[in-house]
């Protein structure tokens, strides 16, 4: 029987190879976007067996609807990639920028909304004995990236990690993949780009096939559990 896969935030980037990278090997596919309706569209239509979903994680009835289209559309649930995510780009220093609009939106989108999609979905996946993957990022590991919130956001996906890791063994395996720079739409124009590619040890930034690589090999190892997988060429070695 083929995976069926949810991969939040599908209409680009990371999560866009995410769902390309699992329709390659023959999985079914929940693609999900909240804005970008269009491009989910196109690219449900482009997979072999995909359904497209609209909706906003950082809402939990959203988060539920997309569990419940993935059981019914294909009966099963196996995979949930908690990619979408949401940043601004504030300087660390400016305290007053951060202020709790900023807060609540990131918080939101990038830790509440994996953690109602993983609650909605556990019913199904301990049936399928499936897995979780996070999409974090290395600015949740030192003090760094677009904006303080963001990194306190994803330092909080790493924990949740862990911490559904134990709440949902040994039926569900729930790991992480942090990300350095990823050429994506996200980071397009970024100043800091040619300062963060000098500290790359492996020279290149990630394109979104390599992170896609990292979250499906992950969602596929049977033995590991509770783990963050460091992608990022070597950008946070020292
Ligand atoms: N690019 C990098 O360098 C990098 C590095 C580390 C970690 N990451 C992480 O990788 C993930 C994907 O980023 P990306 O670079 O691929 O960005 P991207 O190309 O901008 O894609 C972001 C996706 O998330 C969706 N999204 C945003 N808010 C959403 C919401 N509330 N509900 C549902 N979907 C939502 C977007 O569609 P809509 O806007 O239409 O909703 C889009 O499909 C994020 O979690 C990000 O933090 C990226």
Do not use: C
């Amino acid at each position: 029987m083929s995976e069926v896969v949810v991969v939040t935030g599908s209409s680009s980037g990371i999560g866009r190879a995410v769902a390309e990278r699992f329709a390659r090997d023959g999985a079914s596919i929940i693609v999900n976007s909240s804005r970008s309706v269009e491009e989910g569209e196109t690219l449900a239509r482009s997979l072999p067996d995909a359904a497209y979903v609209q909706g906003d994680l950082s809402r939990e009835e959203d988060a539920q609807r997309l569990v419940a289209t993935a059981v019914e559309r294909f009966g099963r649930l196996d995979v949930v990639v908690n990619n979408a995510g949401t940043t601004k780009r504030l300087p660390f220093a400016d305290l007053d920028g951060a202020d709790d609009e900023l807060w609540w939106r990131i918080l939101g989108v990038n830790l509440m909304g994996p953690w109602y999609l993983s609650r909605a979905a556990a019913p199904a996946l301990r049936e399928a004995k499936g897995a979780i993957v996070n999409v974090g990022s290395v600015a949740g590991i030192v003090a760094a990236g677009s904006s303080l919130p963001y990194s306190v956001s994803k330092a909080a996906l790493h924990h949740l990690t862990r911490a559904l890791a134990q709440a949902l063994a040994p039926d569900v395996r729930v790991n992480a993949v942090a990300p350095g720079l990823v050429d994506t739409p996200w980071t397009a124009g970024w100043e800091s780009n040619e300062e963060i590619l000098a500290r790359i040890r492996l020279g290149r930034v990630a394109t979104p096939g390599d992170i896609a690589d990292a979250v499906v090999s992950l969602a596929r190892t049977p033995y590991a559990t509770g783990q963050v997988l460091v992608v990022d060429g070597g950008l946070t070695l020292a």
